[in-house]
């Protein structure tokens, strides 16, 4: 079983690389089967999620070239249209990509119900209204969702609730049907517009993404593209706030700073300073941090992914910080690990209340998801002593060779895998 473990109190100074966004990239990849020509993605994260929807594809007979790790050419020709039952396809979530895809290229579409993070219940009401709405009949049997359309007609959807993966996929699945869609209430997430941007370079017509309002004319046929995903923006807030947790110095490079400007904001609010540059963000936090309120929100506002890691630096900010949850109603899970940290936060319904302490102190606690995970890691970077982390199968899921990304930062960390190695790593650091 693979562990981290970190002696905290290093600050962290230098400098550090941004990868792929990685839920861009998962809708991406599943997008890229709606041509029969070849597509190249670029900048593509090598995480456990990319790597496990990868596999997912080839069962399905999409043809896998992995140029290098950040990059993939895939074919969609020979890809068989259902059904999508495999066991792969239960660990993510995304594969809920492939019903938008496959219905759009093929009008017919049969995938297993998604996993994924266990941070609430997590419906697929609003897709299944959108293909609906599309024309398609959709049921849900044997554990898995299928959908089929004589032909699929453009559409006006109203989607009740901002969802990324319902605005997504029923842009997928409308760039390939007659006519026009307009889904309003749309998610405006970076990736939505990432995604809307891909499916143009292969011939989509699509426009609005990035408002709430996105209109799709349908095209019969998609073609060849070449496509670098965008920087990851959790990834880039997660050292962003690792830097501030830790008092230190972080030029954070490969980021698009419009995309950070929620998790920048709040890093000024509690007395950081942050420095913008074209395609870099410098993090400097040489004063103690101070008490704010937060609330998750869809985007622009302050995102969900990012509510942990706030949550784990307001725990050693000075005074009574909230911290309210309104995406997720499951996302607190890791209060009882900081707790044992040394942490004074009160969960009450969807408000984490939070008395700031001095520090934390070391502790062996376990990641309940990705990014409560990736929170629980900072604050092993800035307790006192050694901290394990367990299960960190969840923080591989979304972050590319997070230990050494650290390390080049100047953090004790390390990821083990036997008792024999977590010692050798405390006599490293005693
Ligand atoms: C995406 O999940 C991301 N996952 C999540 O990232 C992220 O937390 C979330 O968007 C919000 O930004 C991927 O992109 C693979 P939603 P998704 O549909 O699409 C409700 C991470 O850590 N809803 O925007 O599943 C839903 O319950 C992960 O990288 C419905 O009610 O999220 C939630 O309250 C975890 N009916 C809200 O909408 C539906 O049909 C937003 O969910 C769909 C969603």
Redo the contacts with the bound molecule.
Sequence with gaps: MEQYVIKGGNPLVGEVEIGGA???A??ILAASIMTDETVTIENLPNVR?INALLEAMAEIGARIDRTDAHTVKISGAFVKDVPVDYESMKK???S??LLGALLGKYKRAEVILPG??N???????????GFRALGADVEIRGGAVAASARHLRGSHIYL?????????NIMMAASMAEGKTIIENA?K?P?VVDVANFLNSMGANIRGAGTDVIRIVGVEKLHRTEYSIIPDQ?EAGTFMFAAAATKGDVMVKNVIPKHLEATTAKLLEIGCEVEEFDDAVRVVASKPLRNTQVTTL??PGF???MQPQMTVLLGIATGVSTVTES???NRFKYVDELTRMGAAIKVESSIAIITGVDRYMGARVSAP???AGAALVIAGLAAEGITIVDDIYYIQ??YENFEGKLRGLGAQIELVSSEKELQKFRLKVS
Excluded: Q, W
């Design positions: 990685k839920n861009a998962l809708a999620d993510i979530r995304a809920y990509y994924g993070c941070i609430g219940s997590r419906p697929m009401d609003l897709h299944i209204k009740d609730k901002v969802s990324v993966g319902a605005t997504i998610a997430e990736h959790i869809p985007y995102p969900t992914d995406i997720f109603e998801d990705l990014r899921r979304g």
